[in-house]
């Protein structure tokens, strides 16, 4: 094999290497950055949810305006 042969096969599989490497982690990054946000969106949605179905009556027959009440939702 000649030494320009064997050194572009050599310079592709490290760059080819690196590059995988690369879209490795930031796909893993990215998956648990997603899972993290959607998690946390979740929480959120919980909370709201919680704090309409525990409401006192009195306080929802005073509130005209549903969105002050929902606007965090």
Do not use: H, W
Request: aromatic letters at 14%; one cysteine or more.
């Amino acid at each position: 094999m000649k030494i320009a042969t064997r050194t572009a096969l050599i310079y592709s599989i490290l760059t080819a290497g690196i590059l995988f490497l690369f879209a490795y982690v930031l796909y893993f990054v990215s998956e648990k950055n997603r899972e993290d946000e959607f998690n946390d969106r979740l929480g959120y949605k919980v909370i709201c949810v919680q704090n309409l179905y525990l409401m006192p009556e009195s306080v929802m027959k005073k509130s005209v305006n549903f969105t002050s009440v929902t606007k965090n939702c």
